[in-house]
């Protein structure tokens, strides 16, 4: 009863922000990402008859906590769904995410396990199946389960059964870049939980940026499929710009923003003044990342590694599924 996987994490284009039910983990919005193949996680579940509790290693560090509470309270629901209750597991999982980049482990980290604990366990799920299981562990991972551009459809009904993602394009339908750019120096944020939780009860803007999506995803997915990547770039930075709206009208409001984040912002405008084709994105942190085409590697690069405060720039190309290992 061992099994491994490995998943990718993956960027929003047209983001997650804002859920409809907190336990099932249900969003009020469709979203868009793009899996990445520069940044993943890969997990092993063995289930051991002579455990009394789950145990989980991280990086080869045994885990308690927060972070034990949500694996095993995920486990729960796989024990369940196979009718297993008192089936306990060995963990393992290693993170090729580096924290410092501002991608939350959580999309790759959820999507690894449920593969890996779904097989481990010896249910036959389908993808779909497997991304409505993903999806409660972290909302973003269902994403996760398919590689290249994903949609996630919120779905409407109350139990979840039709919140799931969709493969929208494969990884090698285009072949674009996503700079990750790290940050010297990142201040304590504040959760996507906690935040999205305030922005949806207290925002003004929040009910805007609902009524915003179904238009942006309509030309989103156009312009993934005619490959028009000025369309593509400026919708995503559009859709990033107005969710971070959002969060400002909030009370108390808040930003994820710091003074590095607005300088990278501005060379990327720069950028695009001189006529190169560049756009950012920005999740629930003050960590930067830039879209662009592969024939502008170089400049893109070596301008964003020539800004005060940026430690890092990690290139990735589009990326795959899960897959079993
Ligand atoms: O799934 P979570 O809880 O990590 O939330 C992700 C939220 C954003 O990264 C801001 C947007 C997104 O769609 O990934």
Same mark, same amino acid.
């Given at each position: 009863?061992?099994?491994?996987a490995?998943?990718?994490?993956?960027i929003?284009l047209?983001k997650?922000w804002?859920?409809?039910d907190?336990?099932?983990i249900?969003?009020m919005n469709?979203?868009l990402?793009?899996?990445?193949?520069?940044?993943y996680t890969?997990?092993s579940v063995?289930?051991?008859?002579n455990?009394?509790a789950?145990r989980?290693?991280l990086?080869d560090?045994?885990i308690?906590?927060?972070?034990?509470?949500?694996?095993?309270?995920?486990?729960?629901?796989?024990?369940?769904?196979?009718?297993k209750?008192d089936?306990? *597991? @060995?963990?393992h999982?290693?993170n090729?995410?580096?924290?410092?980049?501002?991608?939350a482990? %959580? +999309?790759s980290?959820f $999507?690894a396990?449920?593969?890996a604990?779904?097989?481990?366990i010896?249910l036959t799920?389908?993808e779909q199946k497997?991304?409505?299981?993903t999806?409660q562990g972290?909302?973003?991972a269902?994403r996760s389960?398919?590689g290249?551009?994903v949609?996630?459809?919120k779905?409407i009904?109350a139990?979840?059964?039709?919140?799931?993602?969709v493969?929208?394009?494969?990884?090698?339908h285009?072949d674009?870049?996503?700079?990750?750019v790290?940050?010297s120096? *990142? @201040?304590?944020k504040?959760?996507?939980r906690?935040g999205?939780?305030?922005?949806?009860?207290t %925002? +003004?803007f929040y009910? $805007?940026w609902?009524?915003?999506?179904?238009?942006d995803?309509?030309a989103?997915?156009d312009g993934?499929?005619k490959?028009d990547f000025?369309?593509?770039?400026?919708?995503?930075e559009a859709?990033?710009?107005r969710?971070?709206?959002?969060t400002?009208?909030?009370?108390?409001?808040f930003?994820?923003w710091q003074?590095?984040?607005l300088?990278i912002?501005?060379a990327?405008q720069?950028?695009?003044?001189s006529?190169?084709?560049?756009?950012?994105t920005?999740d629930a942190?003050?960590n930067?990342?830039?879209?662009y085409?592969p024939e502008?590697?170089?400049?893109?690069?070596n301008e964003?590694?020539?800004i005060?405060g940026?430690h890092?720039?990690?290139v990735?190309?589009?990326?795959?599924?899960?897959?079993y290992i």
């Amino acid at each position: 009863m061992k099994a491994a996987a490995k998943a990718h994490t993956n960027i929003a284009l047209i983001k997650y922000w804002g859920k409809r039910d907190e336990s099932l983990i249900l969003p009020m919005n469709n979203s868009l990402s793009l899996t990445l193949d520069g940044f993943y996680t890969t997990t092993s579940v063995e289930f051991r008859d002579n455990l009394t509790a789950d145990r989980f290693y991280l990086n080869d560090r045994l885990i308690e906590g927060v972070e034990y509470d949500r694996v095993t309270a995920f486990l729960d629901r796989i024990r369940t769904m196979a009718g297993k209750s008192d089936a306990f *597991a @060995e963990i393992h999982s290693t993170n090729y995410v580096p924290t410092a980049a501002g991608f939350a482990s %959580s +999309a790759s980290g959820f $999507a690894a396990l449920a593969a890996a604990a779904a097989k481990a366990i010896g249910l036959t799920v389908s993808e779909q199946k497997l991304s409505i299981l993903t999806r409660q562990g972290s909302g973003s991972a269902c994403r996760s389960i398919y590689g290249g551009f994903v949609e996630w459809e919120k779905g409407i009904k109350a139990d979840g059964s039709d919140s799931y993602a969709v493969p929208i394009a494969p990884a090698d339908h285009w072949d674009i870049r996503v700079a990750a750019v790290v940050l010297s120096s *990142a @201040e304590k944020k504040i959760l996507s939980r906690e935040g999205m939780k305030r922005t949806v009860h207290t %925002s +003004a803007f929040y009910p $805007a940026w609902v009524d915003s999506i179904p238009d942006d995803l309509a030309a989103l997915k156009d312009g993934i499929m005619k490959k028009d990547f000025e369309k593509v770039g400026g919708i995503a930075e559009a859709n990033c710009l107005r969710m971070h709206a959002t969060t400002l009208a909030a009370n108390p409001p808040f930003s994820y923003w710091q003074s590095t984040t607005l300088l990278i912002i501005q060379a990327v405008q720069g950028l695009r003044e001189s006529g190169i084709p560049v756009f950012f994105t920005i999740d629930a942190g003050p960590n930067v990342k830039v879209l662009y085409l592969p024939e502008h590697e170089e400049t893109v690069r070596n301008e964003l590694l020539n800004i005060t405060g940026v430690h890092d720039v990690k290139v990735s190309k589009p990326g795959q599924g899960v897959s079993y290992i």
